[in-house]
């Protein structure tokens, strides 16, 4: 009976931290790093789009005297990537609540950006949702069941 009772405790257990939305908020914490860099390097950066996987040149386009500074920074102009020097991308955090995350950017540039380019620059595309979900809250998710429900880490 001890054993029952002991897996009916564990069971109970993971539920609460299940509903209560902890372990999502763990896992998401776990993994800030990787998902402001989703954003910042490989939305922003990399492709030029915002979360809604729409190019950021859509809303405004690189001046030309932008295009021939980014050119001699040997830096992309053929999309507005949002990285001149660096510190906007490298003030990406996140803000984590029990239902949901959201990212957020402590640069003074922050505002000006968001009403040049739209509130979607901060924010991750379906695509990286889904990678986000699969690749790595689900299988932490996974882990911690284990833990939980059988005791093995």
């Not at 906007?88 to 803000?95: E, I, K, M």
């Not at 000006?112 to 979607?120: A, E, H, I, S, T």
Request: hydrophobic fraction near 35%; avoid cysteine.
């Amino acid at each position: 009976m001890r054993i029952i009772n002991d897996l009916r405790k564990r069971v109970k257990e993971f539920d609460e931290g299940l509903k209560s939305g902890l372990f999502i908020s763990e896992i998401i914490l776990e993994n800030e790093a990787f998902i402001v860099n989703m954003n910042s390097e490989l939305q922003l950066y990399d492709q030029g789009v915002n979360a809604l996987g729409v190019s950021i040149s859509d809303y405004k386009p690189y001046a030309e005297y932008t295009i021939e500074i980014k050119k001699a920074k040997n830096q992309p102009y053929d999309r507005v990537t949002l990285h001149d020097d660096g510190d906007f991308a490298g003030s990406f955090f996140l803000q984590v609540g029990t239902e949901n995350f959201e990212i957020k950017a402590g640069d003074f540039k922050t505002v000006d950006l968001m009403k040049k380019y739209g509130r979607q620059i901060l924010g991750l595309t379906n695509e990286n949702l889904t990678q986000l979900i699969w690749q790595y809250i689900y299988p932490d998710l996974k882990t911690t069941t284990r833990k939980y429900i059988y005791g093995k880490s």
